[in-house]
């Protein structure tokens, strides 16, 4: 089979899907490896890196070649209908952000598989997208926080006196909650966080984290945080409200699969929060969980709260992201690919959870 990596065309998107590293390994499984010249220059890996592979002078030269086609975020409608019948598509393909999408893909006859659907289950770690993607957001969170932030992160003793670390609160400790309250302790800060998911005070303090306690408990299915109710909702505003006057800096990840992201820092909330504050808001992608969060924007409230709401930080991060991402590809087409021949066990949940259309049949009603 031909693997095909072509530029990223979505906006402000640096990753790319195939690095220099998994090329060859690839490549070594036998399969035959076309990139579109300049494939990997935004996320700095230089078209002479990739050794042995074959380049097509634009990307619809390489999207004619492919019988897969490896992506971060996938190419505009338009052009996946250049793709071959019955060519595969790998990547984070979203099909809740374009509604276009799937009727594309499907009427061009491609069998997709969309990597943010992969199980969470031990034998999809390698191929975890979400989570190796996660965690560079969540370090780079805190990295923007710090930089807007008016004041120091580390406690400081000079001539000048002593200066206070800053007050951290990471809202939601999954795997980008949990990457921030590392980067923001190396950073000096006292961090506190915390989540509806119990087992989440542990690892918390395992990284030097304190688990601020909101009294609310909300595990759904496949290790993942359900809905609150409205009373679990009422009785962590009304601690959270109280708590935030006396914190600098917060970043928030919180996330409930399929859903909007739950909103927790209310307007009042920040109107409470001490001038020269941070809001740094990972949830932004989703509708952010503060109330105020402009997506995309950075902006001050009326009280002084310095409110950010970064989009796809992973792309920020492009190098490792990159990657992280480009192994979890490899691992996924590892599956199937054998002596050059891609062969798809539709009895592995693997393959059958993360496809979203089958050679152009979406195989089930799609949530
Ligand atoms: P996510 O991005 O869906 O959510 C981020 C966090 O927000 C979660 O920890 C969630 O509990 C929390 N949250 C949701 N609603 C909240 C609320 N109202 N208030 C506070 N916090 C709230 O989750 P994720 O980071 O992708 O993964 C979450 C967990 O899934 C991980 O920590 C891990 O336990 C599990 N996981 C398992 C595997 C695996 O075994 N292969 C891989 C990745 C993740």
Request: hydrophobic residues 45%; proline residues 6%; neutral net charge.
């Amino acid at each position: 089979v031909s693997i095909v990596s072509i530029r990223e065309t979505a906006a402000g998107e640096r990753r790319v899907a195939l690095t220099p590293e998994t090329a060859k390994k690839l490549a070594a499984l036998g399969a035959r490896i076309v990139l579109e010249r300049g494939a990997g220059a935004a996320s700095y890996f230089p078209d002479d890196a990739y050794a042995g592979v074959g380049f097509a002078g634009d990307g619809d030269a390489a999207l004619a070649e492919a019988d897969v086609l490896v992506c971060v975020q996938p190419p505009d409608n338009a052009r996946l209908a250049r793709l071959k019948r019955g060519a595969v598509v790998i990547g984070l393909l979203a099909p809740h952000a374009d509604p276009g999408r799937l009727p594309a893909l499907a009427a061009a006859g491609l069998t997709a598989f969309s990597l943010e659907r992969l199980p969470r289950t031990t034998r999809a770690q390698a191929m975890d997208v979400l989570s190796s993607q996660a965690g560079m957001a969540g370090y780079k969170a805190v990295l923007i926080a710090a930089q807007l932030a008016p004041r120091y992160f580390p406690m400081l003793t000079t001539a000048a006196g002593t200066i206070r670390p800053s007050k951290v609160l990471i809202v939601g400790a999954g795997v980008a909650g949990l990457q921030a309250i590392a980067t923001a302790r190396r950073l000096g800060a006292q961090v506190e966080g915390f989540d509806v998911r119990p087992e989440t005070r542990e690892q918390i303090e395992s990284l030097g984290g304190k688990f601020l306690d909101l009294g609310v408990s909300a595990v759904g299915e496949g290790g993942y945080a359900r809905p609150l109710t409205d009373e679990e909702r009422a009785e962590q505003q009304r601690r959270l409200g109280e708590h935030l006057r006396n914190i600098d800096v917060i970043v928030t990840t919180a996330a409930v699969p399929g859903r909007p992201a739950p909103k927790i820092v209310s307007a009042a909330m920040v109107a409470g929060m001490k001038p020269g504050s941070v809001i740094v808001d990972l949830a932004a992608e989703t509708g952010g969980n503060c109330e105020l969060t402009r997506p995309g924007e950075t902006f001050e409230s009326g009280n002084g709260v310095t409110i950010a709401g970064p989009l796809n930080l992973a792309s920020q991060g492009a190098v490792h992201a990159s990657e992280m991402y480009a192994r979890n590809v490899h691992n996924f087409l590892a599956l199937s690919l054998k002596d050059g021949a891609l062969n798809l066990d539709w009895d592995d949940e693997l393959i059958a959870k993360t496809c979203l259309v089958r050679d152009g049949v979406a195989p089930e009603p799609q949530k």
